[in-house]
T-cell receptor
Framework: NAGVMQNPRHLVRRRGQEARLRCSPM?????VYWYRQLPEEGLKFMVY????????ESGMPKERFSAEFPKEGPSILRIQQVVRGDSAAYFC???????????FGPGTRLLVL | QKEVEQNSGPLSVPEGAIASLNCTYS??????FFWYRQYSGKSPELIMF????GDKEDGRFTAQLNKASQYVSLLIRDSQPSDSATYLC???????????FGSGTRLLVRP
């Protein structure tokens, strides 16, 4: 039973480029969460999605960041026009319907040059 | 006041000892509480969760919850060097499924 999958594991972008981070939840899980961890800091909630719906995006920066979880395929976290401050580890977690426990993927480490 | 407070540590204990990790939270609406372990450069790994006041045991781990005091703790018995990691406390806010993470306590178990 594969766990939460994220790719790429490492991503390097230059300032102004776009970053696309992908997350495939565990089999049978319909809820996806994105968290960001800045260097030497704790995890911060960004967004909670179910298939084709954004449930809670209270942690998303107002500009440049967007997320989706289409009916088919992985969840995508998209960062437009990246800046150096976006450099962080981005973790995706998933949970099954009706359960609270969140299982984390290995993360994508984004480095903005 | 931070939403979730943890002593950053490092908490240093000898191998075989009990490690006690503490966490306080500010949102009285929090209903469930999760403990994750995170090794350096890795992703959080679920240890256990607790919903009700009192103790909950799972192997060498015991979670303790006191909602009146807004306090949750994790005890690790017979600590091993492999337990050396950062331990994250994460209450779930009742109105949402999102977790609010503390900054974590770094545990160091000395051989």
């Amino acid at each position: 039973n594969a766990g939460v999958m994220q790719n790429p594991r490492h991503l390097v972008r230059r300032r102004g480029q776009e970053a696309r981070l992908r997350c495939s939840p565990m089999k049978g899980h319909s809820h996806v969460y994105w968290y960001r961890q800045l260097p030497e800091e704790g995890l911060k909630f960004m967004v909670y999605l179910q298939k084709e719906n954004i449930i809670d995006e209270s942690g998303m920066p107002k500009e440049r960041f967007s997320a989706e979880f289409p009916k088919e395929g992985p969840s995508i976290l998209r960062i437009q026009q990246v800046v150096r401050g976006d450099s962080a580890a981005y973790f995706c977690a998933s949970s099954p319907l009706g359960e609270e426990t969140q299982y984390f993927g290995p993360g994508t480490r984004l480095l903005v040059l | 006041q931070k939403e979730v407070e943890q002593n950053s540590g490092p908490l240093s204990v000898p191998e075989g000892a009990i490690a006690s990790l503490n966490c306080t939270y500010s949102d009285r609406g929090s209903q469930s509480f999760f403990w994750y372990r995170q090794y350096s450069g890795k992703s959080p790994e679920l240890i256990m969760f607790i919903y009700s006041n009192g103790d909950k045991e799972d192997g060498r781990f015991t979670a303790q919850l006191n909602k009146a005091s807004q306090y949750v703790s994790l005890l690790i018995r017979d600590s091993q060097p492999s337990d050396s990691a950062t331990y994250l406390c994460a209450p779930r806010v009742d109105s949402s499924y999102k977790l609010i993470f503390g900054s974590g306590t770094r545990l160091l178990v000395r051989p």
